[in-house]
């Protein structure tokens, strides 16, 4: 590994656009699919599964000196049942409508591969506040990555964002971007942008090194 | 307390609302494991035996917190009892083939992850199945996994055989033909109602 | 990496201790955030139904919980069931009418719906859907379409000569066709959705329409609760 100094801002950026979990890990996509139908529950879905991340990662980079090597998925599981099982009813207090609208897939998020894999990548090997910082940046990559499926997803499936109206009623919604199919296309148009982004810039940096070379 | 007919419930949880096409559980094997048939068959086994053995635990495990009114311990307790059926196929898996436990390398672990499991516990528990209810549901849900995973490995090892564009290859064209699948399987509703 | 090759084996008080510090850690936050949410979650809760119950049947002033006992007679309990089921009644302790919960598969996944029915003309005469995950923009149009929330304001649910049954199955009915008063009208476009929601208001009317009729004016409403 090139010997580059990791700056704390870094730690943060990571995670919305170079290793964005959505699009470049491909991690996390059951939620991402299931209910991004709108943008209300995309945004909200973000915000708790950050939440999850945030929580579980700063427990887990407080306790691994504890956490015996042997045991630690399962001590890494229990951590975020737990604070998905707080955030589970926190939302509920919260709004009985929204929990109605994500329903099990709070639950879900428990099984959200993203979180399990940063507790072990990450939050075990570094201390509390870099986990804090790299939880953050993650969970708010993942939330952007929701939003802007949720949104292309709401725009052309109800012709709506965020429930305002954005076309005129006249607007044939397609209602498919609203069914599962949609969602499996909204990602694919994502990943597609974003590949041929990043081959742009690859493509942009190899004329740029053989100019100089 | 749900009086949905078991035919109705299997056939919903095979075909209606596919598992992976229509609640977009399992996403993550689905893409991982379908890019050969083989694999995808011997995944879709192991998934359907773990649902099985883990919709019965599920359904014990809720009689339990209901008898000492605890529904706050159920997503840690289901989870739980799916790590360690997962570990439990895998011993098995190792015992009795080794040759498939070979294969399968990473992915059966990696059915402790797989939303599907957990959904489907969840679900059968939200809508109130009861015992015989549950093993329906579980077998349709396994059932359809498994279709749909055989499905998408044909198809994809098809596609790689083709000429794809380069920034459409892996994932991006998975997705579609994913999309396409789906569009496919809603052709089923109303079946068994 | 510059970790050694042989780790020493982690000691089993290690491993003890680790289990249960980990499980006491969990469980204390888990018992933490139930505590503290459960009492605004109940009331929450409470809300919703009794403005649910207030739009199905707006003369409702107090309402008491019941449900059919082992031996098929109508009893009031304690604590709501899943499914509750209230006797309502006015300000002068009069009986309005009996809202109903039920529920049933719908194209997605279950559809939950309150109802009201009324004694005096015997139909339902209310209707709400408190949780559905229907299409939206097709099978959601149930709870907002004029013409199909007009089925609900008499939807004919009187009973058979013996008292067993409904006399005429509630059923859907292709949009526009409606011809009887206990047909429901549906909707093109939302068609499972429509037929799911008429199966489960026959099969709820069904249980409950026969014991209510037999039995709802044993109760005595001074034991309601205020609204």
């Not at chain 1, 609203?178 to 499996?184: A, C, I, Q, T, Y």
């Not at chain 3, 000691?11 to 680790?18: C, I, L, V």
Request: some cysteine; charged content about 15%; aromatic content about 10%.
């Amino acid at each position: 590994m090139a010997r580059k100094q990791v700056t704390t801002t870094d730690e943060f950026v990571k995670g919305l656009w170079r290793d964005n979990p959505v699009f470049v890990q491909v991690l996390g996509m059951c939620p991402a699919l299931a209910v991004s139908n709108t943008a209300m529950n995309a945004l909200a879905m973000g915000l708790a599964t950050t939440f999850v991340l945030l929580m579980s990662g700063l427990s887990v980079s407080l306790l691994r000196n504890l956490i015996p090597r042997e045991a630690r998925i399962v001590c890494y599981i229990c951590i975020i049942a737990t604070f998905v099982t707080s955030v589970d009813y926190l939302i509920m207090a919260l709004s009985l409508e929204l929990h109605r609208a994500l329903g099990a897939f709070i639950a879900l998020i428990v099984v959200n591969c993203l979180i399990l894999g940063r507790a072990e990548a990450f939050a075990s090997k570094h201390n509390p506040g870099r986990a804090l910082l790299d939880g953050l940046g993650m969970g708010v990559g993942f939330t952007l990555a929701l939003l802007f499926i949720g949104v292309v997803r709401e725009i052309l499936g109800s012709g709506s964002i965020f429930g305002f109206s954005v076309f005129p009623d006249t607007f044939q919604t397609w209602t498919i971007m609203v069914l599962p199919s949609g969602g499996f296309f909204a990602m694919a148009l994502w990943l597609l942008i974003v590949n041929w982004l990043k081959k742009r810039k690859e493509e942009a940096e190899k004329l740029t090194t053989e100019v100089l070379t | 307390m749900n009086d949905a007919s078991h035919w109705s419930i299997f056939l919903n949880a095979a075909l209606v609302n596919n598992f992976v096409l229509a609640y977009f559980l399992g996403i993550c094997p689905f893409f991982g494991v379908s890019s050969r048939l083989e694999t995808a068959v011997r995944m879709g086994g192991a998934v359907s035996f773990v649902m099985l053995v883990a919709s019965v635990c599920a359904f014990a495990i809720n009689l339990l917190l209901d008898f000492v009114n605890a529904p706050f311990l159920r997503i840690i307790s289901y989870i739980l009892v799916i790590s360690s059926t997962v570990q439990l196929v895998e011993m098995l898996m190792k015992k009795l083939s080794p040759a498939t436990f070979r294969a399968m390398g990473i992915y059966l672990p990696l059915i402790t992850t797989n939303c599907a499991i957990l959904g489907l516990a969840l679900f059968q528990t939200n809508r109130g199945y009861d015992f015989t209810q549950s093993v329906v549901y579980s077998l349709g849900a396994g059932i359809g996994f498994a279709l749909a995973l055989v499905l998408m490995a044909g198809v994809r090892e098809k596609l790689d055989l083709n000429d794809v564009p380069d920034l459409v290859k892996g994932t991006a064209a998975a997705l579609i033909v994913a999309g396409i699948l789906s569009m496919g399987f809603m052709g089923f509703a109303g079946l068994g109602r | 990496m510059n970790e050694p090759q042989l780790q020493p084996q982690t000691s089993a008080w290690s491993m003890y201790r680790a289990i249960v510090g980990i499980g006491v850690f969990c469980a204390l936050i888990i018992v933490i955030v139930y505590q503290s949410t459960a009492a605004r979650i109940a009331d929450n809760q409470a809300r919703f139904l009794a403005a649910a119950i207030s739009e199905v049947l707006p003369a409702t002033q107090s309402t008491i919980p019941v449900n059919i006992s082992d031996d098929g007679r109508l009893q009031t309990v304690d604590e709501s069931p899943a499914l509750p089921v209230f006797l309502a009644y006015d300000e002068s302790n009069i009986l309005v009418g009996a809202v109903i919960t039920g529920q049933g598969m719908g194209y997605q996944d279950n559809i939950r719906v309150l109802y009201a029915y009324s004694f005096d003309i015997d139909a339902i005469t209310g209707f709400k859907i408190l949780e559905s995950k229907e299409t939206p923009g097709l099978g959601d149009r149930v709870e907002i379409e004029p013409h199909f929330l007009a089925n609900f304001e008499a939807l004919d649910a009187s009973l058979n000569a013996e008292g067993s049954g409904l006399q005429n199955p509630i059923v859907t009915v292709k949009q526009g066709a409606k011809t009887e008063p206990w047909q429901i009208d549906g909707i093109t476009g939302a068609t499972i959705t429509s037929e799911a929601l008429g199966d489960i208001l026959n099969k709820s009317a069904n249980i409950w329409v026969p014991v209510l009729e037999r039995d709802a004016n044993l109760i005595e409403p001074a034991q309601g609760v205020e609204e």
